[in-house]
């Protein structure tokens, strides 16, 4: 048996569709912006994210590729794997 993932389809993950996703922080009053998650340089869910600025969705969404690149690691995926970009897939 191959235990090896398969890098051409998408991983089994449930994603959120808006950032942040804790509960209790306003975000009625921030802009949203919209990004692409993407998974081996291929378009894998847009996200809405919530933040004052383009540079602060920068870094919730690096922090989050980081997040869902560290359990990509433990399921045996490369490294880096999980990428985004600025505007909807």
Known sequence: ??????????????LPDRLPEEA??????L???DVCLRFN?????????SAPSPEDVAAIMDGFAA??????VQRRYPPGMCTWTPNPC
């Open 1 to 14: 048996m191959d235990n090896e993932p398969d890098l051409e389809t998408l991983p089994d993950l449930a």
């Open 24 to 29: 209790g922080v306003d975000v009625t009053e």
């Open 31 to 33: 802009p949203v912006f």
């Open 41 to 49: 340089s291929r378009p894998w869910q847009s996200l809405r994210v």
């Open 67 to 72: 997040r869902i690149n560290a359990i990509l």
